[in-house]
């Protein structure tokens, strides 16, 4: 909301400068920052301001002046002469083409009084041809012959407004001599203050006034709300009846009798327009003027519309929209209601969306005399959701949604009226209509001073958070080392819970006092039991095995959607996509996503972070990533999803960075991933686990496989399919390796207890042994046998060459084991080997008919 | 003869100072002092020599020998050692080339943050709770001291999905009631807990806001914990985490689920508050939401009110990371780009 400072003034004495009281008001809870009309900006030690590029009227040299005369140009048809009297013992002279002057064009002196702005030679103005903001400085300079070197000036070249059509006239007498510094006149500054949800009773200039006057300590002039009636009682001409006390607790009218429609005077214009509002008519305008004055929005309804409508006096009803009923809003729309909404009616039907917007049917019109003005309280949770249903936020309505005191109504109501009656004219009936249906419950808190320092651990004396909450307008008993506080008339924010109000009445203490103010300590209390999050600190070692294994960790949106989630499973496969997806579990999906790639959460990591590799590949040939991250399965019978962890990894590219000194290595493979893999257990020293070969749909047949962890499947790895991989748009020549893992399964396998074996002394003794087995045998299950067979002897067996050709028979290979024999209290005689090497070979036949090559 | 040996001698002695390379000392070795050299040749001669004389010359060859031998010794390591010099010489590179980088991992930004976070609180007592990202309307809003429709649920877009009152938490204090619940042993317990995770908005993806982001929220809930309390943790949080002198400052603010609320500002670290771009001019930047924990809410975690106090705080680790290191599109995050992750 903007305020002119002018208009606050008016209400508090403000003695500080404009830029203390936005610092103050912003560390109470009241963001605000400032914006300049004409004054400088004031630097105060220890307040930081974003500089303001605004233009500052020079008091020199921008002036009120008043226009004598306008001749004609003997020149020019486009230009005209304006004769400005600005205090100088010689009026000055000004060429202008302003078109708004042309009215008074060779007319001869002036008779009504016409004042302007007018600026003189060296005056720095906006240029107001320039579309882009340009500043400029005035010059002397003949204009079609004649010397000019000022001029009268338009709100744009102020910087007031974009406003450039014509110079600023003014009729109304600005009530100061000519000649005095504009900026005297009409230099403001308007503080913008971001309002939270809890400062509805800040929506408002005397709202915010009455802030401003706690927080400095200045008494608050509320405006008059004397009403000058003279007409017949107000209950010969209109009735009004409610229907739901909780949606419409308060309402009330005033009638004024007789009045003329016209524009404004330019105070209230100048005042609407520092505010954002745009000036309409006199009876419209007050309706805006008091809702941003006090807070309480009003509508004026034309009295004769409603008169004709009801065939004779009108009844106003407030009610709840029945099925299918219809109201046209002054924005030309037709609403359709549901029975949420609560209406403004009359015996003929509705009127007005309540609290929300007003009807088009009875609205003032130029040719309005009688003005019906309503001024009603309406239950903010109904008004907040029928502006979301209609879509609809107006001043009205976002006042009314963030709660609006009901003793606010007859403040509005009489305040509008009268300002009605001065501005057009009319007579006031007497009385004002109130029907109170729900009456505001009185609110008394009892605040005890140890509960001001228990909560905030500031010792602030009773009489103290007195004088405080007095300020904020509470009417205040003080006891011993309590005080009752009753809530004034303009909140609804403070609990009738007596822990509760303590606790909201604290708060104000507080921010008035200054959060700055308060101690500075460290928690004086035992400290709570402390425990260690098991999960977490094993995932973050699994984080730190894959960064020490040379991966990038990634984090990708956890949003998918099912159709980019399908791209996992190739064409004619079976299966799902994801890992252990538990059987008929489904999307949680979103009912208003923001982008139409992000419609539910993820069953997998792999699409996001395939996508993040195809990016990253555009620009790099190596991609070597993970991420952990949530997986969500809604599941049948739960209202809440499964959300386990999983790990994905992603090879691309060469397995080493490039090097001159050496050739481009090759792209990473099974192999590679698989390493990483292993080097991931073996440092989350994990060892009871298996392998199988094929990793489920989403990857190559043959160069995949899946992990097995105490009998269930804890991740699959492997290279991406081909089709997945083209699915994915990844680079066709490149293969892909991908890992998708459980996490929580890799987890609880860990065994934090592992063992280690003493570092030996005794010299190893190293051998080589060839066996020539079958192609089909894997090379995992004879490392099992050797390893096994080798007993405790054998220290290490680690294959080392696999061949396949001329010297080994048609369909067997040539597995190569290097392997350590080491005893760990003697040195090893070559017969103790000896036996060794012959168990194994005798082993290795008997499971595979392996034979010992060479 | 003797002359002969005293001059084969000092012509030994003069060469063998001019020697340096090892081949040349090997013919020095066997010219002279090798079994066919010019001493043991002497040497040979000595048949010739009187009875009188033999033993003279013996007795000087012999010393001569020893002499060459020794010198030669000597020799030999100056002569390696030339050698080695040459050689290291001969071997340098041009140390400008690039070096063969390892293939080098790293942790995301935001989890780099996340542990600084939990370090710094673990040091204070905060252990780590852990809550869920999809939660019910109840958890995340209506506990927290949102009523259905409240105006104060307009400050933060949230995501449904098609279940009923199943929602994208919007913030992590959605776990303030769970770890209450959990932990304070139905109000009898102390708590001292930070819940990070991820938090999900209803905002367009642009370079300042995201639909996703990381939070960390931190509940303490004790006998005797004030407003000073927190203003003194999160000032000992910012000297930790950002420099020992950090200046902190504290503004009234409106959360739903405290009272009084705060949010704390930290002197802005890029211009020493003199204003710059990144505080917007301001000499500030906003590092957390905070207050003390809301009576309706202690209620709702299992505490009596009158008995029980405790602060919360709130604050998001892409955001400090961006202050921190300049980084002025919050979608570089979520993108993985490497030529981003690289540089952290």
Redesign the interface.
Known sequence: MQIPLSWLKELVDIDVPAEVLADRMTKAGIETTLTYIGVPQQHIPGIQMPPSDHLVWDRERIKLGRILEVKPHPDADRLVLAIVDYGADEPEQCVTGAPNLFEYKGIGPLEAPLWTVIALEGAEVWDGHSDTPKRMILKGRPLRGIYNKSMVCSEKELGISDEHEGVILMHDDPGKPVGTPLQDVFGDVVLTVELTPNLARCYSVTGVAREISALLDKPLRMPSTHVMMAGPDISQSVKILIEDADLNPRFTAMLLMGTTIQPSPEWLQRRLKLIGQRPINNIVDVTNYVMFESGQPLHAFDYDKLVERAGGIPTIITRRARPGETVETLDGQLRKLTTDNELVCDTAGPLALAGVMGGAETEISDGTTNVLLESANWHFINVRRTMQQHKIATEASIRFSRGVHQAQAEIGVRRGIELMRQLGGGTVSSGVMDVVAKPAPRIAVTLYESEIKRLTGMAVGIKQAANILVRLQFDVTLRADSLVAVVPDHRTDISDDPVIGQADLIEEIARIIGLDNLPTTLMDETLPEQWSNVPLEREEHTRDVLVALGLQENITHRFSTPEAEALLIPRGAAGRPGLNVPAGADYVRIANPIQPDKTVLRHSLLPNILNAVRSNLRHTSHQAVFEIGSVYFRVAGQQLPDEPSRLAIVLAGPRQPDHFSRQAAPSADFFDLKGIVEGLLRGLHISAWSLKAQGGPSLHPGRSAAITIDGSVAGHFGELHPLVARAFGLPADVPVMVGEFDLERIQNAVNPLYGTAPVPTTPPVYEDIALVVRDSVPAGDLHAVIEQSGGDLLRSARLFDVYTGSSVPQGHKSLAFSLVYQAEDRTLSDAEVAAVRKKIVKAAQKAFDAQLRG | MLEKLESVYQQAQAELTEIRDSAALAAWKSRYIGGKGAVSQLLRGIGGLTPEERPVFGKRANEVMAALDEAYAAREVLVQDIEMAADLEGAALDVT??G?????????P??QTL?RFSEIWAEM?F????S?????DEMNFTLLNF??????R??QDT?????P??I?RTHTSAGQIRAMRELGGGGT????VVLPG?CYR????TNRSE??FYQVEGI?V????????L???V??FARKMYSPDAKV??????F?FT????EIDIECFLCG???CSV??????LEIAGSG?I???VLRNGGYD??EW?GFAFGMGPERIAMLKHGITDIRN???????F??QF
């Open positions: 080339l690039p063969r980088q390892p293939a080098m991992g790293r942790l995301h935001s989890t542990r007592g252990s780590v709770y852990r869920r990202d999809v939660e019910t009523p259905p429709h409240h105006p104060a307009d400050m995501f449904y999905t098609t279940d009152d199943v994208l317990k102390p708590i001292r991820m209803f905002e367009q993806i639909a996703q303490a004790g006998h005797n914990i004030t407003m000073s309390d203003k003194g943790t000032a000992e400052r504290y503004r009234a603010s409106y739903p009272e009084p609320s705060m508050g003199e204003g505080c917007k001019h301001t000499g500030w003390m809301h009576p309706v009110p009158a106090s995050f979520w993108a993985n780009d490497s030529r992750l690289e």
